[in-house]
C-alpha cells in the first residue's frame, strides 16, 4: 500500500508546519525508530485524518495522532521503559462515547495512565454536546478530533473498551476487553447527554479501581 506524503501534498501554507512536526519527531524518536519508520507513520496518519473539517489545525492533529502511534509501537516492540497502563476506548464514530469516556480517564488518571480513544469509521468532528456536557464538569475535550484505531494501539493495550462498534471492533487474542452498552449521543441535546457523560464516568472510575489507579480530580454536577 502507498501512502500519501504530506510535506508534498499538503497545501503549500501548511507545508512548514508539517516541517516541523517531521523535524520535532524526528528529534523525539531518535534511536527508537528509523526515520523511514516514522516517516511511513506520518503518511499513514495524514491519509487518516486529511479529511478532518478543522483543516487548520491538521498539523497538530497530525503530530499528536502519530506521536499516539509511535509511543504504541515502541511498547509493542519493547523499545519503552513506559510501565504505566495502557486503555483504549473504541465506537464507531470516536465523536462521543469513546471521547467522553477519555476524557473522563485523562482527567481522573492525569499522567498515571495512557489513554487512547478510537473508532472504526471516525466521523469530521467530535459531538458538540458531548464536548457542552463534558465542559460543565470542567472536562475539556474540545480540542480532541476523531482518528481510527490501529493496529498497534489496540496490541500496545492493557484494557480495551469497546462501545457500540460491534463486529468492527478488533480482536487480539490476549488483551482484555470490557464491551459496555452504554447509549449513544450522537443526535442528543446536551440534556440527553448528561446520563450518559455520568454513566462513563462511573464505568471508568471502576476501571481505574480495577488497575489500582487513584483519582487526582473530582468534579462537579
Partial sequence: MTFTDPLTSAPLEMR?????VTDRL???FSGI??????????????????GAKVASFIPLFLERFT????RALARVEG??????????FLCVHNAGRSQMAAGWMQHLAGDQVEV???????ASVVNAAAVEAMAEIGIDISSEFPKPWTDEVVRAADVIVTMGCGDSCPIFPGKRYLDWEVGDPAGL????VRPIRDDLGERV??????????SRASTTN
Avoid at 79 to 88: A, G, I
Avoid at 205 to 214: D, F, R, S, T, Y
Wanted: hydrophobic content about 35%; charged content about 20%.
Fill in 16 to 20: 512548514p508546519l508539517i516541517k516541523g
Fill in 26 to 28: 524526528q528529534a523525539d
Fill in 33 to 50: 525508530f528509523a526515520s523511514e519508520t516514522i516517516q511511513r507513520y506520518m503518511a499513514e496518519s495524514w491519509d487518516s485524518l486529511s
Fill in 67 to 70: 506521536r499516539q502511534r509511535l
Fill in 79 to 88: 523499545k519503552s521503559s513506559d510501565t504505566r497502563p495502557y486503555v483504549v
Fill in 116 to 122: 487512547f480513544s478510537g473508532g472504526s469509521d471516525p
Fill in 189 to 192: 441535546p446536551v440534556a440527553g
Fill in 205 to 214: 472510575q471502576a476501571v481505574m479501581h480495577e488497575l489500582g489507579i487513584p
